[in-house]
């Protein structure tokens, strides 16, 4: 039997997967019209023939408005993906490879590259740097603060003229720190490195403008912003260098083959247009949920919030809540809770089936006996006050 999804149940777990969105929905709707209704636009974006320039046309439309609510300069510099998993690898291994191949030529086979990363970044580039280190790169992990943060002074510890790529994520999907991305991206170009940053979270929730930020790539998901899952985006600033990781007939200028998801990219660039359009009003009223729901949580007994984050704060993401529940696993809270009608998580998606406390958490010197109780609570457009306050009080019951 399939598993049903009460009615009033509560969905507070956006920072893994948001709803789909309207914008998308509308968008993506004549791609999927059945029979021939479908030739209209839903055919290879790579063909001659008229259905295929269809395709081609309204891809390239997408690009066009996807590039200008990025901020990059030219529609070439966004490579569509299948999502930011793909989009994080590429960029780390396409940008490291290519760029340390460069420095070989002129320095010689001899010459050890050197990447830096995070102890806290998703495991979509900390798997890439791990196999970096196996080619024989030099693999430094930047340590944050106790609060999640990347200073400055950490990365230029890290950095030297060995240094081909920094990657740092802009926002953190657990804790929901906000990294100071320019001032670190021009800390890494001071000494001839090139930045990547993974704005998958950050995107639709606070400024994202990659030209104001100086990064040379940047990466992206649909489905976090309440668009499709299975689509992404890669910005790729002109003439950096890059390796495609995806070979095959071409597409993307080459630099990733495939045939595209032209249904999946056209609901990637609206939900991304609806989500920048709304972006102050709504990132204004979910901070202001953000710190409602702090308060709630400090006052129940055994609860306590992960990191300090003052009312109105942006330095951290206005939609996560991230807690420490003493005496109990994470696991069982979010199964008790979906019990009670709403859906949390204890951290990262993509690690939801590990029995190890999170690395992020350990990363920012928090023991793991505390870390085992984590949970964390994120939400968005379709959230009302009133769902956060019945969840306070369904936490409380549930753990006393």
Not at 229 to 256: C, H, I, N, S, W
Not at 302 to 331: K, M, W
Request: charged share 20%; net charge negative.
């Amino acid at each position: 039997m399939p598993i049903t999804v009460p009615e009033n149940y509560v969905y507070l777990d956006w920072a893994a997967t948001a709803p789909l969105g309207e914008e998308a929905a509308s968008a993506m709707a004549p791609y999927l019209a059945p029979g021939f209704a479908n030739v209209a636009l839903g055919m290879n974006a790579n063909s001659l023939h008229a259905p295929g320039r269809a395709a081609f046309e309204a891809m390239e439309l997408a690009r066009r408005q996807l590039a200008r609510d990025l901020g990059a300069s030219r529609p070439n510099e966004v490579l569509f993906t299948s999502g930011a998993t793909e989009s994080d690898n590429a960029a780390v291994l396409g940008i490291a490879h290519a760029a340390a191949d460069a420095r070989r030529k002129r320095e010689g086979k001899d010459f050890v590259p050197r990447v830096i990363t995070t102890a806290i970044e998703h495991e979509a580039v900390l798997e890439p740097a791990r196999r970096l280190a196996h080619e024989g790169f030099d693999v430094v992990y930047a340590k944050p603060d106790k609060r999640g943060f990347i200073t400055p002074e950490s990365l230029e510890a890290a950095l030297d003229e060995r240094c081909v790529l920094v990657s740092v994520q802009m926002a953190n999907s657990e804790v929901g720190t906000v990294q100071p991305i320019a001032e670190l991206a021009r800390i890494a170009h001071s000494q001839g490195a090139l930045f990547h940053t993974d704005a998958t979270q950050a995107l639709g929730k606070v400024p994202v403008n990659v030209a104001d930020l100086g990064v040379d790539a940047a990466s992206f998901s649909a489905h976090k912003i309440c668009g499709p899952k299975g689509v992404g985006a890669l910005y790729l600033k002109a003439r950096t260098p890059f390796t495609a990781q995806m070979l095959g007939g071409g597409q993307e200028d080459g630099r990733r083959s495939t045939t595209q998801n032209v249904c999946g990219i056209a609901g990637f660039a609206a939900a991304a247009h609806a989500a920048l359009e709304a972006l102050e009003s709504e990132s204004a009223r979910q901070r202001a949920m953000r710190d409602s729901l702090r308060e709630r949580m400090q006052a129940i007994a055994g609860v306590r919030c992960t990191v300090d984050v003052p009312a109105g704060s942006q330095d951290f993401l206005p939609n996560i809540v991230h807690v420490l529940v003493s005496g109990y696993e994470s696991e069982t809270l979010v199964l008790r809770l979906d019990m009670m009608g709403f859906g949390v998580s204890g951290g990262s998606a993509c690690s939801s089936h590990s029995l190890e406390p999170s690395h992020v958490l350990r990363a920012m010197g928090i023991s793991a006996d505390e870390a085992y109780g984590a949970l964390r609570i994120s939400f968005g457009r379709y959230t009302a006050e009133d769902d956060l306050v019945r969840f306070a009080e369904a936490l409380a019951d549930c753990i006393h």
